[in-house]
């Protein structure tokens, strides 16, 4: 069973870089594309983006050029680092995998972490 | 990018209803939709890939239809563990956008 943990600082103060890092137990991540998506309070998911294990990325163009997604395969976790932060960013952030379908060619997300609630306050 | 408009956007219902939840696509996506359920304080859990295909694991009172723009999420008698909210997502295209969601809620 493939197990995500996200970890990192609560709370940001704005202007400054948010960094959380994901966990992967149960499989490697040299396989599948490894993604980080965030819920504000109230609202639906938004995927920032993701990453391949070849270190290739995709991401959301709302982010324009505030997020790196990263990857250390030895140590079987991925990251996301968000800069610039304002108020806009508090969310819960989760770490997922998007897995394509071995049925059908389309993706989805399968597995979730718990996420991580990251407040961005003075 | 693709926009995804879901409704109702809260669901009064009660055990044993049959209940449709209705997601609609900017532009055409084919089959390329997603389900997932949330409960407070979890992450979503995919219910259902390809518009109608159960992720294994998901009771058969789930049920999916749609193609191209026009989306339905079905749940054919409701149980007290369904009370949560639901939200539709595209595969079709990057970015990969969420609905903003549908609570189902006890009546």
């Known amino acids: 069973q493939v197990q995500l943990q996200e970890s990192g600082p609560g709370l940001v103060k704005p202007s400054e870089s948010l960094a959380l890092t994901c966990s992967v137990s149960?499989?490697?991540?040299?396989?599948?594309?490894w993604s980080w998506i965030r819920q504000p309070p109230g609202k639906g998911p938004e995927c920032i983006g993701y990453?391949?294990?070849?270190?290739?990325?995709n991401y959301n163009p709302s982010f324009k050029s505030r997020a790196t997604i990263s990857l250390d395969t030895s140590k079987n976790q991925f990251f996301l680092k968000l800069n610039s932060v304002t108020a806009a960013d508090t969310a819960v952030y989760y770490c997922?995998?998007?897995?394509?379908?071995?049925?059908?060619?389309?993706?989805?997300?399968?597995?979730w972490g718990q996420g991580t609630l990251v407040t961005v306050s003075s | 990018d693709i926009q995804m408009t879901q409704s109702p956007s809260s669901l009064p219902a009660s055990v044993g209803d049959r209940v449709t939840i209705t997601c609609r696509a900017s532009?055409?996506?084919?089959?390329?939709l997603n389900w997932y359920q949330q409960k407070p304080g979890k992450a979503p859990k995919l219910l259902i890939y390809?518009?109608?295909t159960l992720q294994s694991g998901v009771p058969s009172r789930f049920s999916g239809s749609g193609s191209g723009t026009d989306f339905t999420l079905t749940i054919s008698s409701l149980q007290p563990e369904d009370f949560a909210t639901y939200y539709c997502?595209?595969?079709?295209?990057?970015?990969?956008?969420f609905g903003q969601g549908t609570k189902l809620e006890i009546k």
């Open positions: 390809a518009a109608s």
């Open positions: 997502q595209q595969s079709y295209d990057t970015p990969r956008n």
């Open positions: 990453i391949y294990h070849s270190g290739s990325t």
């Open positions: 997922a995998r998007l897995v394509d379908s071995p049925m059908v060619p389309q993706d989805y997300f399968d597995y």
């Open positions: 532009r055409t996506i084919s089959n390329y």
């Open positions: 149960g499989g490697s991540i040299s396989s599948y594309y």
